[in-house]
């Protein structure tokens, strides 16, 4: 993470920490230029009217203007994708924060298959991207990756699960299933690659898109399993007794990229 971030405008040298709870957006960019900023906002204000009753606003053009500056003064590559973490507080301070770096700058299917780990866990706002959910992620994926619960030392990713039954998230994500012809993501307060990779399935025509809550017991019964998020499309190589197949990710990997 960088030295210097930005508050509310201002480039700080030392970060002042803003106390929780806040909203959060994972941002990425292509070089220095910041993705899809737009839609980013719009969801943060949403969000924070759903969950608290509060209007939000952030300036899009100015957080892309913002992200700029941030890049090119702590000398990040220009040929590099990063990931930039734009964090909106109840006070109506708002901060960026570099988290992630990547030089392989494709949006896409991720080379990464992980195997995932059903957790049981009480799921404060589940899928919203609030902190304490990214906290509750961070704390499970710790546990998926212990020796006690993966000791072959494979990647490992928790799948949270409420007291219904169901499916709520996937590493933090929108939960994505294929199930024969169907292509099912599982409802979410909002989130912008979700609705983004519905959107593409929507045009393929590839697979009946639907929007339903997907359950426990169908986790064995998939052919396949992902999420996406600002790194790109990750496929779930396994969960529990069940092995997928990554056919359909790979359709949309080269969708994505036509």
């Given at each position: 993470?960088?030295?210097t971030?930005?508050?509310?405008g201002?480039?700080?040298?030392r ?8 909203l ?14 737009e839609e980013?906002?719009?969801l943060?204000?949403?969000v ?5 009753g ?22 990040y590559s ?5 990931i ?9 301070h708002?901060?960026?924060?570099v988290?992630?770096t990547s ?10 298959r ?10 404060p ?20 990756n ?9 990647s490992?990713?928790?799948?949270t699960i ?10 933090g ?33 590839s697979?009946?898109?639907?929007v339903?809550e ?11 399993l ?19 197949a990554d ?7 080269r969708a994505?990229?036509?």
């Amino acid at each position: 993470m960088a030295d210097t971030i930005y508050i509310n405008g201002r480039a700080n040298e030392r970060y002042r920490h803003f106390g929780k709870p806040y909203l959060r957006q994972r941002i990425r960019t292509e070089g220095f230029r910041a993705q899809h900023v737009e839609e980013h906002t719009r969801l943060l204000a949403y969000v924070a009217d759903e969950l608290y009753g509060e209007c939000v606003h952030v300036d899009a053009r100015q957080i892309v203007q913002e992200i700029d500056h941030l890049l090119r003064s702590e000398h990040y590559s220009p040929t590099a994708c990063h990931i930039i973490e734009l964090r909106v507080y109840s006070a109506g301070h708002y901060s960026l924060h570099v988290v992630e770096t990547s030089y392989y700058g494709r949006f896409g299917l991720r080379a990464i298959r992980p195997i995932a780990h059903v957790t049981e866990e009480p799921i404060p706002f589940a899928g919203a991207p609030t902190s304490a959910f990214a906290e509750l992620v961070e704390h499970l994926r710790r546990i998926v990756n212990s020796p006690r619960h993966n000791g072959e030392g494979r990647s490992a990713i928790p799948v949270t699960i409420d007291y219904k039954g169901q499916v709520k998230s996937i590493d933090g994500c929108t939960p994505i299933a294929i199930k024969g012809r169907q292509i099912i993501f599982a409802p979410t307060l909002g989130d912008v690659y979700t609705e983004q990779l519905l959107a593409l399935c929507q045009r393929l025509r590839s697979g009946e898109v639907i929007v339903r809550e997907l359950l426990r017991e169908e986790l064995d019964e998939l052919d396949e399993l992902m999420y996406v998020d600002s790194r790109g499309i990750t496929s779930v190589a396994e969960c529990g007794r069940a092995v997928y197949a990554d056919i359909i990710a790979n359709v949309l990997d080269r969708a994505i990229e036509q």
